[in-house]
């Protein structure tokens, strides 16, 4: 990875890369629906214009998944009479 950076300009020392790409966050959310049913929602944040380059440079996606809804019932508590 450094290499191909390098190559293309991007002279930063790898702690800089990392602390540039790692202002992209993903976020998890949980909840219950009306049907008890847990709802889980994943995305990815936006990634700063530095992360946006360097992913440009490398041919990678900005993102690495869409924005994903997971449904799961709900298995009752142990111990629940």
């Known amino acids: 990875i450094r290499f191909q950076l390098k190559q293309s300009g991007e002279n930063a020392y790898w702690t800089e890369i990392v602390r540039r790409m790692s202002t ?4 998890t959310t949980e909840a219950v629906n009306a049907l008890g049913e847990k709802v889980e929602l994943r995305q990815c944040s936006r990634p700063t214009k530095q992360a946006e380059r360097i992913y440009s440079i490398l041919k990678m996606k900005q993102a690495p998944f869409k924005k994903i809804k997971i449904c799961r019932s709900q298995s009752p508590p142990r111990g629940s009479s």
Do not use: I, R, S
């Open 24 to 27: 992209q966050k993903l976020v």
